[in-house]
């Protein structure tokens, strides 16, 4: 199987393994079920995406991210899991303000809890942590990142190309946010921009004393931050949040396999939720 290609192939779910070679009500094998065709492509040599998976604080995080050559995907999903799990701690720090444990009288809601909180915190975190990264070249759509930057190749995107995305905003030329470029140092990608439902979650379950607040759909920073879900029946979602394949039936065109953080203060959390 080469790179950059595309590949069909198709599932075979077994029946009864003493009765494989028999047909019974249409089915293969006495109870089988052969399933349609599945069209996937593999990653180029230009890809700067990783997948990562298993990892220890954002256990339900399994898609590909922006990456570099000179790392491991094992090494780059622990990087951004240390750094996902540094900004939940301080997140931590400040709901140890919040009277959680109080009666009815002084809870900040009789309906969400700190717990609810703090689970809704750590999916968006994890969500907007780690990038949902898509090939350039795919015909995915996604937010174009870093065109500026080289290919793990030394190429670069096309000249005009670039000239055209960096002068239609700064988004283009960078990644979603300075940690990324600083630690990670991806080449050119495509994001697959995070569900604002996954934002507009904590501001439902958390306290409004730690201001956190999300983007709405006009304000001029949405399109580079988030994205609303939906569907589209030649490339999947148009979203990403935890537990979300990207296609129909569970696998990323992208790859074989299945995208500011935040300003604390110790008296209230200030987040801003624009470009994470």
Not at 22 to 33: E, L, P, Q
Not at 165 to 182: A, D, F, P, Q, T
Not at 199 to 216: H, L, N, S
Request: aromatic share 10%.
């Amino acid at each position: 199987m080469d790179t950059g290609s595309e590949t069909k192939t198709g599932k075979r779910q077994n029946g009864d393994e003493d009765s494989s070679n028999d047909s019974r009500n249409g089915k293969i094998g006495g109870g089988g079920v052969v399933f349609g065709e599945l069209s996937f492509d593999t990653s180029s040599d230009k890809s700067t995406c990783k997948i990562v998976s298993n990892l220890d604080f954002c256990g339900n995080v399994s898609w590909a991210v922006p990456g570099n050559s000179s790392a491991s995907n094992a090494e780059v999903g622990q990087a951004y899991d240390d750094y996902a799990k540094g900004i939940y701690e301080s997140f931590k720090r400040v709901m140890m303000q919040v009277p959680c444990e109080e009666g009815n009288s002084s809870r900040y809601s009789l309906i969400n809890s700190c717990d609810e909180c703090e689970e809704a915190y750590k999916e968006w975190l994890c969500t907007v942590t780690f990038p949902r990264c898509e090939d350039y070249s795919s015909s995915t759509p996604g937010l174009k990142r870093n065109v500026n930057s080289p290919f793990p190749d030394g190429s670069m995107v096309d000249e005009e190309e670039r000239n055209n995305l960096s002068s239609l905003h700064k988004w283009h030329n960078m990644s979603r946010n300075l940690w990324i470029e600083e630690n990670i140092k991806p080449g050119p990608y495509k994001e697959v921009l995070p569900c604002d439902e996954v934002c507009f979650e904590v501001v439902r379950r958390c306290p409004a004393a730690i201001q956190f607040g999300c983007p709405k759909w006009d304000y001029p920073g949405f399109d580079g931050s988030y994205a609303m879900r939906g569907w589209d029946d030649q490339t999947g979602l148009t979203c990403n949040a935890l537990g979300t394949s990207q296609d129909q039936v569970g696998i990323a065109h992208l790859l074989l396999q299945p995208q500011a953080l935040g300003i604390f203060s110790m008296s209230l959390l200030v987040s801003f939720a624009l470009y994470l």
